[in-house]
Protein backbone atom coordinates (compact mmCIF):
# COMPACT_ATOMS: atom_id res chain seq x y z
CA UNK A 1 0.00 0.00 0.00
CA UNK A 2 1.35 3.65 -0.99
CA UNK A 3 1.98 5.79 1.99
CA UNK A 4 0.38 8.37 0.02
CA UNK A 5 -3.17 8.14 0.20
CA UNK A 6 -5.45 9.00 -2.89
CA UNK A 7 -7.60 10.94 -1.00
CA UNK A 8 -7.42 12.49 2.30
CA UNK A 9 -9.89 14.66 3.96
CA UNK A 10 -8.16 17.02 6.79
CA UNK A 11 -10.38 18.81 9.07
CA UNK A 12 -13.24 19.02 6.68
CA UNK A 13 -16.63 20.90 8.03
CA UNK A 14 -19.63 21.69 5.99
CA UNK A 15 -22.49 23.60 7.24
CA UNK A 16 -26.38 24.47 6.00
CA UNK A 17 -27.45 27.39 7.55
CA UNK A 18 -27.58 26.78 10.97
CA UNK A 19 -26.99 23.11 10.86
CA UNK A 20 -23.42 22.21 11.10
CA UNK A 21 -23.88 19.14 8.79
CA UNK A 22 -19.85 17.85 9.43
CA UNK A 23 -17.00 19.04 12.25
CA UNK A 24 -13.53 18.76 11.34
CA UNK A 25 -13.56 14.96 9.39
CA UNK A 26 -10.57 13.19 8.74
CA UNK A 27 -10.23 10.60 6.56
CA UNK A 28 -7.01 8.78 4.06
CA UNK A 29 -8.30 6.06 1.48
CA UNK A 30 -5.14 4.18 -0.38
CA UNK A 31 -5.24 3.02 -3.38
CA UNK A 32 -5.87 -0.83 -3.09
CA UNK A 33 -8.20 -0.70 -0.40
CA UNK A 34 -11.80 -0.45 1.12
CA UNK A 35 -12.68 1.88 3.56
CA UNK A 36 -16.17 0.81 4.77
CA UNK A 37 -18.10 4.56 5.62
CA UNK A 38 -20.58 3.63 8.63
CA UNK A 39 -22.65 5.71 10.68
CA UNK A 40 -26.62 6.19 12.41
CA UNK A 41 -29.48 8.32 9.95
CA UNK A 42 -28.34 11.73 9.95
CA UNK A 43 -24.60 11.02 10.87
CA UNK A 44 -23.16 12.75 8.27
CA UNK A 45 -22.38 9.86 5.85
CA UNK A 46 -24.40 11.26 2.58
CA UNK A 47 -22.59 15.04 3.56
CA UNK A 48 -19.43 13.74 3.62
CA UNK A 49 -19.89 11.80 0.09
CA UNK A 50 -21.00 14.87 -1.73
CA UNK A 51 -18.21 16.95 -0.66
CA UNK A 52 -16.06 14.39 -2.10
CA UNK A 53 -18.20 13.87 -4.79
CA UNK A 54 -18.24 18.33 -5.82
CA UNK A 55 -22.09 17.75 -4.91
CA UNK A 56 -21.82 20.03 -2.00
CA UNK A 57 -18.04 22.18 -1.23
CA UNK A 58 -16.78 22.20 1.63
CA UNK A 59 -16.49 24.93 4.08
CA UNK A 60 -13.36 24.93 5.86
CA UNK A 61 -10.42 21.88 5.67
CA UNK A 62 -8.63 20.53 3.10
CA UNK A 63 -9.34 17.93 0.33
CA UNK A 64 -6.16 16.20 -0.93
CA UNK A 65 -5.53 14.35 -4.13
CA UNK A 66 -2.53 12.16 -4.00
CA UNK A 67 -1.04 14.18 -2.15
CA UNK A 68 -1.55 17.56 -2.85
CA UNK A 69 -4.57 20.10 -1.68
CA UNK A 70 -7.51 20.38 -4.60
CA UNK A 71 -11.03 22.28 -4.94
CA UNK A 72 -13.97 20.41 -5.51
CA UNK A 73 -16.68 22.63 -6.37
CA UNK A 74 -18.95 20.40 -8.90
CA UNK A 75 -19.21 16.85 -9.69
CA UNK A 76 -16.83 17.72 -12.49
CA UNK A 77 -14.01 18.61 -10.87
CA UNK A 78 -14.54 15.02 -8.83
CA UNK A 79 -14.45 13.20 -12.12
CA UNK A 80 -11.57 15.02 -13.18
CA UNK A 81 -9.40 14.04 -10.83
CA UNK A 82 -10.96 10.79 -11.16
CA UNK A 83 -13.65 10.15 -8.51
CA UNK A 84 -16.58 7.77 -9.73
CA UNK A 85 -19.64 7.68 -7.53
CA UNK A 86 -22.36 5.14 -7.63
CA UNK A 87 -25.80 6.20 -5.93
CA UNK A 88 -28.43 4.08 -4.53
CA UNK A 89 -30.95 5.34 -7.35
CA UNK A 90 -28.48 3.50 -9.65
CA UNK A 91 -29.33 6.51 -11.83
CA UNK A 92 -30.30 3.55 -15.12
CA UNK A 93 -32.39 3.99 -17.84
CA UNK A 94 -34.85 0.97 -17.78
CA UNK A 95 -35.81 1.03 -21.26
CA UNK A 96 -31.85 1.06 -22.37
CA UNK A 97 -29.87 -2.22 -22.97
CA UNK A 98 -27.09 -2.61 -20.86
CA UNK A 99 -24.42 -1.32 -23.83
CA UNK A 100 -26.68 1.85 -24.26
CA UNK A 101 -26.81 2.20 -20.32
CA UNK A 102 -23.21 2.04 -19.93
CA UNK A 103 -21.63 4.45 -22.77
CA UNK A 104 -24.72 6.93 -21.88
CA UNK A 105 -23.70 10.42 -21.97
CA UNK A 106 -19.92 8.75 -23.59
CA UNK A 107 -21.14 7.30 -26.69
CA UNK A 108 -18.62 6.17 -29.37
CA UNK A 109 -18.80 7.73 -32.66
CA UNK A 110 -17.50 7.39 -35.67
CA UNK A 111 -18.08 9.84 -38.47
CA UNK A 112 -20.98 11.33 -36.81
CA UNK A 113 -22.53 8.20 -36.20
CA UNK A 114 -23.16 5.78 -32.89
CA UNK A 115 -20.46 3.12 -33.19
CA UNK A 116 -22.62 0.23 -31.83
CA UNK A 117 -20.14 -2.43 -32.50
CA UNK A 118 -17.08 -0.51 -30.79
CA UNK A 119 -19.43 0.09 -27.61
CA UNK A 120 -20.71 -3.51 -27.63
CA UNK A 121 -17.69 -4.99 -27.80
CA UNK A 122 -16.21 -2.93 -25.46
CA UNK A 123 -18.91 -3.78 -23.05
CA UNK A 124 -18.59 -7.00 -23.39
CA UNK A 125 -14.55 -6.76 -22.42
CA UNK A 126 -15.41 -4.47 -19.22
CA UNK A 127 -17.76 -7.00 -18.31
CA UNK A 128 -15.76 -10.04 -19.10
CA UNK A 129 -12.66 -8.40 -16.92
CA UNK A 130 -15.30 -7.71 -13.77
CA UNK A 131 -16.58 -11.60 -14.15
CA UNK A 132 -20.15 -9.66 -14.40
CA UNK A 133 -22.76 -12.71 -15.66
CA UNK A 134 -25.58 -10.91 -17.26
CA UNK A 135 -27.43 -12.82 -20.17
CA UNK A 136 -26.54 -10.37 -22.89
CA UNK A 137 -25.43 -7.28 -23.24
CA UNK A 138 -28.33 -6.05 -25.81
CA UNK A 139 -31.07 -7.18 -22.75
CA UNK A 140 -32.76 -4.18 -21.42
CA UNK A 141 -31.88 -3.21 -18.09
CA UNK A 142 -35.58 -3.86 -16.39
CA UNK A 143 -35.25 -7.22 -17.42
CA UNK A 144 -31.98 -7.56 -14.78
CA UNK A 145 -32.08 -8.85 -11.12
CA UNK A 146 -31.63 -5.68 -8.32
CA UNK A 147 -26.91 -7.31 -8.29
CA UNK A 148 -27.18 -7.42 -11.92
CA UNK A 149 -28.28 -3.58 -12.37
CA UNK A 150 -25.71 -2.83 -9.63
CA UNK A 151 -23.04 -4.52 -10.96
CA UNK A 152 -23.85 -2.92 -14.10
CA UNK A 153 -23.99 0.97 -12.33
CA UNK A 154 -20.47 0.03 -10.63
CA UNK A 155 -19.48 -1.13 -14.17
CA UNK A 156 -20.04 1.84 -16.13
CA UNK A 157 -18.37 3.76 -13.17
CA UNK A 158 -15.43 2.65 -14.28
CA UNK A 159 -15.21 3.63 -18.26
CA UNK A 160 -13.65 6.74 -16.95
CA UNK A 161 -10.72 4.54 -15.07
CA UNK A 162 -11.30 6.37 -12.17
CA UNK A 163 -8.91 5.60 -9.01
CA UNK A 164 -11.35 6.16 -6.47
CA UNK A 165 -15.35 4.73 -6.21
CA UNK A 166 -17.75 5.36 -3.73
CA UNK A 167 -20.47 2.88 -3.19
CA UNK A 168 -23.53 4.56 -1.74
CA UNK A 169 -25.20 1.46 -0.24
CA UNK A 170 -24.48 -1.01 -3.19
CA UNK A 171 -26.23 -3.60 -1.46
CA UNK A 172 -29.45 -2.41 -0.25
CA UNK A 173 -32.72 -4.28 -0.70
CA UNK A 174 -30.88 -7.05 -2.21
CA UNK A 175 -31.07 -11.07 -1.47
CA UNK A 176 -28.31 -12.74 -0.49
CA UNK A 177 -26.99 -14.34 -3.94
CA UNK A 178 -27.39 -10.80 -4.97
CA UNK A 179 -25.26 -9.30 -2.26
CA UNK A 180 -22.89 -11.90 -2.85
CA UNK A 181 -22.48 -11.22 -6.24
CA UNK A 182 -21.91 -7.20 -5.85
CA UNK A 183 -19.63 -7.97 -2.69
CA UNK A 184 -17.24 -10.16 -5.05
CA UNK A 185 -17.10 -7.34 -7.55
CA UNK A 186 -16.36 -4.77 -4.76
CA UNK A 187 -13.06 -6.85 -3.40
CA UNK A 188 -12.36 -7.06 -7.71
CA UNK A 189 -12.09 -3.77 -7.76
CA UNK A 190 -9.97 -3.52 -5.01
CA UNK A 191 -7.71 -6.29 -6.60
CA UNK A 192 -7.48 -3.62 -9.55
CA UNK A 193 -5.78 -0.94 -7.61
CA UNK A 194 -8.63 1.09 -6.97
CA UNK A 195 -9.28 2.71 -3.46
CA UNK A 196 -12.92 1.92 -3.02
CA UNK A 197 -15.33 4.09 -0.13
CA UNK A 198 -17.91 1.39 1.23
CA UNK A 199 -21.12 3.20 2.77
CA UNK A 200 -23.09 0.50 4.10
CA UNK A 201 -25.56 0.36 7.43
CA UNK A 202 -25.36 -3.76 6.74
CA UNK A 203 -22.46 -4.61 9.36
CA UNK A 204 -22.11 -7.86 8.00
CA UNK A 205 -21.66 -6.74 4.54
CA UNK A 206 -18.30 -3.81 5.99
CA UNK A 207 -16.78 -6.68 7.82
CA UNK A 208 -17.03 -9.14 4.78
CA UNK A 209 -14.81 -6.57 2.25
CA UNK A 210 -13.44 -3.89 4.16
CA UNK A 211 -9.78 -3.30 5.13
CA UNK A 212 -10.61 0.02 7.47
CA UNK A 213 -14.16 1.17 8.98
CA UNK A 214 -14.13 4.60 9.46
CA UNK A 215 -17.38 5.59 11.71
CA UNK A 216 -19.50 8.96 12.14
CA UNK A 217 -21.73 10.17 14.65
CA UNK A 218 -23.47 13.56 14.80
CA UNK A 219 -20.52 14.86 11.87
CA UNK A 220 -17.45 13.86 13.55
CA UNK A 221 -15.38 11.30 13.63
CA UNK A 222 -15.93 8.97 15.98
CA UNK A 223 -13.37 6.07 15.34
CA UNK A 224 -11.22 4.26 12.67
CA UNK A 225 -11.10 0.41 12.84
CA UNK A 226 -8.59 -2.60 11.30
CA UNK A 227 -11.69 -4.87 10.22
CA UNK A 228 -9.20 -7.57 10.76
CA UNK A 229 -8.81 -6.75 14.84
CA UNK A 230 -12.42 -5.34 15.68
CA UNK A 231 -16.24 -7.19 15.76
CA UNK A 232 -19.10 -5.53 15.00
CA UNK A 233 -19.92 -4.81 18.75
CA UNK A 234 -17.21 -2.57 18.64
CA UNK A 235 -18.18 -0.90 15.73
CA UNK A 236 -21.86 -0.60 16.67
CA UNK A 237 -20.65 1.33 20.28
CA UNK A 238 -19.00 3.60 17.98
CA UNK A 239 -21.74 4.47 15.57
CA UNK A 240 -24.70 4.94 19.04
CA UNK A 241 -21.82 6.69 21.23
CA UNK A 242 -22.77 4.24 23.80
CA UNK A 243 -20.96 0.59 25.08
CA UNK A 244 -24.52 -0.58 26.03
CA UNK A 245 -26.59 -1.21 23.30
CA UNK A 246 -28.84 -4.19 21.83
CA UNK A 247 -26.18 -6.18 20.89
CA UNK A 248 -24.15 -6.30 23.91
CA UNK A 249 -26.99 -6.64 25.96
CA UNK A 250 -28.11 -9.82 23.59
CA UNK A 251 -24.82 -11.56 24.31
CA UNK A 252 -24.64 -10.67 27.96
CA UNK A 253 -27.99 -12.21 27.92
CA UNK A 254 -26.89 -15.09 26.00
CA UNK A 255 -23.83 -15.53 28.26
CA UNK A 256 -26.13 -15.72 31.41
CA UNK A 257 -28.71 -18.36 29.93
CA UNK A 258 -25.79 -20.92 28.87
CA UNK A 259 -24.33 -20.52 32.81
Given at each position: ??A?PV??L??V?K???AVQ?L?????EIHA??????V??????K?TL??T??G??????????????P????????????????VY???A???NLD???????G??????????E???E??S??LL?TL??R??S???????L????RQ?V?IA?????????V??D???????V?Q?A?????????R?????????SHNM????????????L???RN???F???????E??????????????????????????
Open positions: MSTLARGSRFGATDVELGEVVALGDNGAGSVKIAVHPIDEGVIEWEGRVTINRPHDAQGLGIATQDLLCDVVQNLFLREIRRVGVLDVEMKRREDSIIPVRIPIASSGGQTARSLLGEPKLILEPTAALGETQVLDLVERLERGLAVILIVDVMAVSDRVAVRLGNGVNAQDTNQQIISAITGATDNAVTRRKARTAEADK
